[in-house]
């Protein structure tokens, strides 16, 4: 089955700096890459996804980045602000019927301010 | 308002007490899937069904059971609750082609099995 890695675990960035996170997946027949962010105590919401047909997307200061050769994608954020602390998983899905989302374990990033 | 509902959002029970967390969503979405959340361990999926009638195990189903008879309605039942089983647990529902499409969370459940 699919494997989802998230590295670092944690992150710690300045406010305004930028944040990189990245995953690596294990199936190269995934093809859906979304990112969840999960603020505490709330419930995970995505914020952004990406299909394997493009290679970067991007929505205001989030972008997300695919490349299918080496199994990794992951999320820029810019200009980072102290509501972007929050814990973001990737995950993972092949574009079929009963298809799974496989979910990374997390990453907490806290923006100082 | 569309949304997943899940009660009740908290919960202190005993082990071997038989309980039932129930899940509804009101957008007409054909899967809906159960996960938990442990600290280090991200969001495992329990079960999942992809319409009425059709369930099926996700990575960890050990422990717990499930039922779809109505497209709204996914309960998660903990037959004999045990210590392990102490987790945060998340109901989501989507559109068909599960992992094509973007999963709506409910409010989480926080249980703990003393």
């Known amino acids: 089955g699919e494997n989802v890695e998230q590295h670092p675990s944690t992150l710690s960035v300045q406010e305004g700096d930028s944040a990189v996170i990245k995953c690596t997946y294990s199936?190269?027949?995934?093809?859906?890459f979304p990112w969840y962010k999960q603020e505490l105590g709330k419930r995970p919401q995505l914020i952004i996804d990406?299909?394997?047909?493009?290679g970067e997307k991007k929505d205001q200061r989030i972008a997300v980045t695919l490349n299918k050769t080496a199994k990794h994608f992951s999320l820029h954020i810019t200009e980072t602000q102290p509501e972007d602390s929050a814990v973001y998983f990737c995950?993972?899905?092949?574009?079929?019927?009963?298809?799974?989302?496989?979910f990374g374990k997390g990453i907490t990033l806290s923006v100082r301010p | 308002e569309a949304q997943v509902t899940q009660n009740p959002r908290y919960l202190i029970t005993v082990t071997g007490k038989k309980l039932t967390v129930t899940c509804s969503q009101n957008?007409?979405?054909?899967?809906m899937s159960w996960y938990r959340q442990d600290p280090g361990l991200g969001l495992r999926q329990i079960y999942y069904?992809?319409?009425?009638?059709?369930?099926d195990k996700g990575d960890v189903p050990e422990g717990y059971k499930v039922s779809r008879k109505e497209k709204r309605n996914f309960p998660l039942i903990l037959e004999s609750p045990s210590p392990n089983q102490t987790s945060l647990y998340f109901c989501?529902?989507?559109?068909?082609?599960?992992?094509?499409?973007?999963?709506?969370f409910g409010p989480g459940t926080r249980l703990t099995v003393l």
């Open positions: 989501a529902s989507s559109l068909w082609l599960a992992g094509w499409n973007e999963q709506f």
């Open positions: 199936d190269s027949a995934s093809n859906y």
């Open positions: 990406i299909r394997s047909n493009v």
């Open positions: 995950a993972a899905s092949r574009s079929r019927a009963n298809s799974k989302l496989t």
């Open positions: 957008m007409n979405h054909e899967y």
């Open positions: 069904s992809m319409n009425v009638e059709v369930t």
